[in-house]
Protein backbone atom coordinates (compact mmCIF):
# COMPACT_ATOMS: atom_id res chain seq x y z
CA UNK A 1 0.00 0.00 0.00
CA UNK A 2 1.80 3.13 -0.95
CA UNK A 3 1.14 6.22 1.65
CA UNK A 4 1.13 9.97 0.63
CA UNK A 5 1.82 12.23 3.11
CA UNK A 6 1.44 15.90 3.13
CA UNK A 7 4.38 17.96 3.90
CA UNK A 8 4.67 21.54 4.26
CA UNK A 9 8.20 22.43 5.27
CA UNK A 10 8.90 25.66 5.47
CA UNK A 11 6.78 28.72 6.77
CA UNK A 12 7.22 32.05 5.49
CA UNK A 13 8.09 35.44 7.88
CA UNK A 14 4.44 36.94 7.41
CA UNK A 15 3.47 38.53 10.69
CA UNK A 16 6.31 39.61 12.89
CA UNK A 17 4.09 40.54 15.62
CA UNK A 18 3.79 37.15 16.24
CA UNK A 19 6.90 35.35 14.81
CA UNK A 20 10.47 36.55 15.57
CA UNK A 21 11.81 37.53 12.07
CA UNK A 22 15.10 38.25 13.22
CA UNK A 23 17.74 39.08 10.41
CA UNK A 24 18.98 35.31 11.43
CA UNK A 25 16.04 33.71 11.21
CA UNK A 26 15.42 35.40 7.62
CA UNK A 27 18.63 34.15 6.14
CA UNK A 28 18.20 30.77 7.79
CA UNK A 29 15.15 30.56 6.39
CA UNK A 30 15.90 31.67 3.16
CA UNK A 31 18.94 29.48 2.87
CA UNK A 32 16.84 26.80 3.57
CA UNK A 33 14.43 27.02 0.68
CA UNK A 34 17.49 27.32 -1.20
CA UNK A 35 18.70 23.66 -0.07
CA UNK A 36 21.44 25.28 1.50
CA UNK A 37 21.43 23.39 5.25
CA UNK A 38 24.59 24.43 6.38
CA UNK A 39 24.16 27.45 5.98
CA UNK A 40 20.49 27.40 7.08
CA UNK A 41 20.91 26.15 10.16
CA UNK A 42 24.49 28.33 11.15
CA UNK A 43 21.53 31.14 11.13
CA UNK A 44 18.62 29.24 12.23
CA UNK A 45 21.08 28.35 15.36
CA UNK A 46 22.04 32.79 15.55
CA UNK A 47 18.37 33.30 15.81
CA UNK A 48 17.64 30.83 18.65
CA UNK A 49 20.68 32.33 20.43
CA UNK A 50 18.94 35.85 20.26
CA UNK A 51 15.49 34.73 21.02
CA UNK A 52 15.62 31.47 22.58
CA UNK A 53 11.77 31.11 22.17
CA UNK A 54 11.50 31.38 18.21
CA UNK A 55 9.40 28.49 17.71
CA UNK A 56 9.60 29.02 14.19
CA UNK A 57 13.69 28.62 14.03
CA UNK A 58 13.41 25.79 16.11
CA UNK A 59 10.68 23.99 12.95
CA UNK A 60 12.57 25.42 10.42
CA UNK A 61 15.52 23.26 11.88
CA UNK A 62 13.31 19.93 12.31
CA UNK A 63 12.25 20.52 8.75
CA UNK A 64 15.79 20.54 7.85
CA UNK A 65 17.01 17.27 9.85
CA UNK A 66 13.58 15.81 8.30
CA UNK A 67 14.75 16.35 4.96
CA UNK A 68 18.40 15.29 5.58
CA UNK A 69 16.92 11.95 7.31
CA UNK A 70 17.64 12.90 10.69
CA UNK A 71 14.69 11.63 12.40
CA UNK A 72 16.09 11.46 16.28
CA UNK A 73 16.94 15.65 15.66
CA UNK A 74 14.14 16.72 13.70
CA UNK A 75 11.98 15.20 16.65
CA UNK A 76 14.32 17.12 19.21
CA UNK A 77 14.06 20.26 16.90
CA UNK A 78 9.78 19.93 16.83
CA UNK A 79 9.88 19.22 20.67
CA UNK A 80 11.87 22.82 21.16
CA UNK A 81 9.50 24.61 18.90
CA UNK A 82 6.06 23.04 20.55
CA UNK A 83 7.49 23.98 23.98
CA UNK A 84 8.56 27.46 22.83
CA UNK A 85 4.83 27.46 21.28
CA UNK A 86 2.60 24.80 22.45
CA UNK A 87 -0.98 25.96 19.84
CA UNK A 88 2.13 25.38 16.88
CA UNK A 89 0.15 23.37 14.72
CA UNK A 90 2.61 22.81 12.41
CA UNK A 91 4.93 21.37 14.79
CA UNK A 92 2.67 18.79 15.93
CA UNK A 93 1.90 17.67 12.38
CA UNK A 94 5.29 17.49 11.19
CA UNK A 95 6.52 15.65 14.23
CA UNK A 96 3.89 13.36 13.63
CA UNK A 97 5.32 12.65 10.31
CA UNK A 98 8.70 11.66 11.63
CA UNK A 99 6.57 9.66 14.48
CA UNK A 100 5.01 7.81 11.50
CA UNK A 101 8.53 7.95 9.50
CA UNK A 102 10.24 5.82 12.49
CA UNK A 103 7.24 2.75 13.03
CA UNK A 104 5.51 4.93 15.96
CA UNK A 105 2.13 5.43 14.70
CA UNK A 106 0.70 6.10 17.87
CA UNK A 107 2.65 8.59 18.94
CA UNK A 108 2.06 10.25 15.22
CA UNK A 109 -1.79 9.56 16.27
CA UNK A 110 -1.29 11.35 19.27
CA UNK A 111 0.44 14.40 18.27
CA UNK A 112 -2.62 14.54 14.86
CA UNK A 113 -5.22 14.52 17.90
CA UNK A 114 -3.48 17.53 19.65
CA UNK A 115 -3.20 18.86 15.54
CA UNK A 116 -7.35 18.59 14.98
CA UNK A 117 -8.22 19.86 18.39
CA UNK A 118 -6.15 22.94 17.24
CA UNK A 119 -7.19 23.15 14.14
CA UNK A 120 -10.35 20.91 13.51
CA UNK A 121 -11.44 22.13 9.48
CA UNK A 122 -7.59 21.04 8.90
CA UNK A 123 -8.86 18.48 6.62
CA UNK A 124 -4.90 16.87 5.80
CA UNK A 125 -5.09 15.98 9.72
CA UNK A 126 -8.04 13.62 9.41
CA UNK A 127 -7.08 12.18 6.00
CA UNK A 128 -2.94 11.36 7.68
CA UNK A 129 -4.58 10.12 10.68
CA UNK A 130 -6.52 7.86 8.83
CA UNK A 131 -3.77 6.34 7.36
CA UNK A 132 -1.48 6.09 10.55
CA UNK A 133 -5.19 4.03 12.09
CA UNK A 134 -5.20 1.59 8.54
CA UNK A 135 -1.24 1.15 9.88
CA UNK A 136 -2.04 -0.28 13.42
CA UNK A 137 -5.12 -2.22 11.83
CA UNK A 138 -7.86 -0.12 13.25
CA UNK A 139 -9.74 0.06 9.59
CA UNK A 140 -12.98 1.24 10.93
CA UNK A 141 -11.67 4.26 12.26
CA UNK A 142 -9.17 4.63 9.62
CA UNK A 143 -12.24 4.76 7.02
CA UNK A 144 -14.29 7.26 9.72
CA UNK A 145 -11.40 9.70 9.18
CA UNK A 146 -11.47 9.60 5.94
CA UNK A 147 -14.83 10.21 5.53
CA UNK A 148 -14.43 13.23 7.64
CA UNK A 149 -12.03 14.49 4.99
CA UNK A 150 -14.34 14.39 2.90
CA UNK A 151 -16.65 16.34 4.09
CA UNK A 152 -14.25 19.07 4.80
CA UNK A 153 -12.63 19.22 1.54
CA UNK A 154 -14.76 16.91 -1.08
CA UNK A 155 -12.58 17.66 -3.88
CA UNK A 156 -9.97 15.58 -2.73
CA UNK A 157 -9.38 12.46 -4.54
CA UNK A 158 -6.82 10.26 -2.02
CA UNK A 159 -9.32 9.94 0.41
CA UNK A 160 -11.78 8.55 -1.68
CA UNK A 161 -9.21 6.32 -3.02
CA UNK A 162 -8.19 4.81 0.33
CA UNK A 163 -11.43 4.88 1.74
CA UNK A 164 -12.42 2.66 -1.48
CA UNK A 165 -8.99 0.54 -1.51
CA UNK A 166 -10.09 -0.12 3.10
CA UNK A 167 -13.16 -1.06 1.96
CA UNK A 168 -12.35 -3.59 -0.32
CA UNK A 169 -10.40 -4.97 2.68
CA UNK A 170 -14.13 -5.04 4.68
CA UNK A 171 -15.74 -6.34 1.70
CA UNK A 172 -17.70 -3.60 0.87
CA UNK A 173 -16.79 -4.18 -2.72
CA UNK A 174 -20.06 -1.76 -3.79
CA UNK A 175 -18.99 0.64 -1.39
CA UNK A 176 -15.13 0.85 -2.43
CA UNK A 177 -16.80 0.86 -6.47
CA UNK A 178 -18.23 4.77 -5.54
CA UNK A 179 -15.02 5.94 -4.30
CA UNK A 180 -12.96 4.87 -6.53
CA UNK A 181 -14.56 5.63 -9.19
CA UNK A 182 -14.73 9.19 -7.61
CA UNK A 183 -11.12 9.10 -7.09
CA UNK A 184 -10.37 8.49 -10.85
CA UNK A 185 -12.72 11.66 -11.98
CA UNK A 186 -10.88 14.10 -9.08
CA UNK A 187 -7.51 12.72 -9.68
CA UNK A 188 -7.40 10.93 -13.47
CA UNK A 189 -3.19 10.22 -12.73
CA UNK A 190 -3.75 7.61 -9.94
CA UNK A 191 -3.59 4.69 -12.17
CA UNK A 192 -4.20 2.48 -8.98
CA UNK A 193 -7.43 3.34 -8.46
CA UNK A 194 -8.66 1.55 -12.10
CA UNK A 195 -7.36 -1.30 -11.37
CA UNK A 196 -8.91 -1.60 -7.50
CA UNK A 197 -12.10 -0.73 -9.20
CA UNK A 198 -12.06 -3.21 -11.74
CA UNK A 199 -11.57 -5.72 -9.02
CA UNK A 200 -14.67 -3.82 -7.23
CA UNK A 201 -16.54 -5.30 -10.78
CA UNK A 202 -15.60 -8.63 -11.21
CA UNK A 203 -16.29 -9.33 -7.09
CA UNK A 204 -19.89 -8.00 -7.83
CA UNK A 205 -20.09 -10.31 -10.94
CA UNK A 206 -19.42 -7.60 -13.77
CA UNK A 207 -16.52 -9.29 -15.71
CA UNK A 208 -16.32 -7.35 -18.76
CA UNK A 209 -16.20 -3.79 -16.85
CA UNK A 210 -13.46 -5.40 -14.27
CA UNK A 211 -11.37 -6.40 -17.45
CA UNK A 212 -11.64 -3.32 -19.30
CA UNK A 213 -10.84 -1.50 -15.92
CA UNK A 214 -7.97 -4.09 -15.90
CA UNK A 215 -6.55 -2.82 -19.16
CA UNK A 216 -7.13 0.62 -18.33
CA UNK A 217 -4.72 0.60 -15.54
CA UNK A 218 -2.03 -1.36 -17.52
CA UNK A 219 -2.36 1.04 -20.41
CA UNK A 220 -1.78 3.84 -17.38
CA UNK A 221 1.33 1.92 -16.20
CA UNK A 222 -0.05 -0.11 -12.85
CA UNK A 223 1.92 -3.23 -12.58
CA UNK A 224 -0.55 -4.67 -10.91
CA UNK A 225 -2.39 -5.13 -13.56
CA UNK A 226 -1.22 -7.64 -15.11
CA UNK A 227 -1.70 -10.09 -12.39
CA UNK A 228 -5.50 -9.07 -12.78
CA UNK A 229 -5.59 -9.70 -15.90
CA UNK A 230 -4.02 -13.33 -16.08
CA UNK A 231 -6.30 -14.29 -12.93
CA UNK A 232 -9.50 -12.84 -14.14
CA UNK A 233 -9.14 -12.22 -17.81
CA UNK A 234 -8.10 -15.17 -19.70
Known sequence: MRYILFLTILIGCKQ?????????????????????????DNELDSAIRQSPNNAFAYYDKGSVA?????????????DSAIASKPDFVFGYFHRATVYAIMGEHKMAIEDLNKVINLKPEFFYSYYTRGVYLHAL????ASIADFTKSIELNPQYGNAYYYRGVFNIELKNYQVALVDLTKSIELNTDNVAANTYKGYCEYMLGEK???C??????KE???SKANFYID???K
Open 16 to 40: PQSQPCDDHYIKGHNYALNFDFVNA
Open 66 to 78: LLNGKFDKALKEY
Open 137 to 140: GDIA
Open 208 to 210: DKA
Open 212 to 217: ADFNRG
Open 220 to 222: LGD
Open 231 to 233: KYC
